[in-house]
C-alpha cells in the first residue's frame, strides 16, 4: 500500500530489522479506527494535507488524520 502513503506496521519492522535494530513494543496511542486507508488521494485525502481541495472536505475533517503506529525498537549492544 506505499503508492497510498500507508505503511504497513510488518513493513516497518522488516525494515527495522534489515537495520540491525530489535522490536521491543508497540502502542495504540496513534491509532485512528475511523481511518479505512481506503481513500482516493490515499492518506494525502485525509487532514491536514485535503489533496482534494473542498470535495467531501467534511467527510475526511471528521475522519481525522491518518492512522498511525507507534513502534519501539532499540539497537542491540
Same mark, same amino acid.
Given at each position: 500500500?506505499?503508492?497510498?502513503?500507508?505503511?504497513?506496521?510488518?513493513?516497518?519492522?522488516?525494515?527495522?530489522?534489515?537495520?540491525?535494530?530489535?522490536?521491543?513494543?508497540?502502542?495504540?496511542?496513534?491509532?485512528?479506527?475511523?481511518?479505512?486507508?481506503?481513500?482516493?488521494?490515499?492518506?494525502?485525502?485525509?487532514?491536514?494535507?485535503?489533496?482534494? !481541495?473542498?470535495? @467531501? %472536505?467534511?467527510?475526511?475533517?471528521? $475522519? !481525522?488524520?491518518? @492512522? %498511525?503506529?507507534?513502534?519501539?525498537? $532499540?539497537?542491540?549492544?
Amino acid at each position: 500500500m506505499i503508492d497510498s502513503g500507508y505503511v504497513s506496521e510488518a513493513y516497518v519492522k522488516q525494515l527495522a530489522n534489515s537495520a540491525g535494530l530489535k522490536f521491543v513494543e508497540s502502542s495504540e496511542i496513534n491509532t485512528n479506527t475511523k481511518d479505512t486507508k481506503d481513500h482516493p488521494e490515499g492518506v494525502w485525502t485525509l487532514p491536514p494535507n485535503y489533496r482534494m !481541495g473542498d470535495i @467531501d %472536505r467534511g467527510k475526511y475533517a471528521a $475522519i !481525522g488524520e491518518s @492512522d %498511525r503506529m507507534t513502534l519501539k525498537f $532499540i539497537k542491540p549492544l
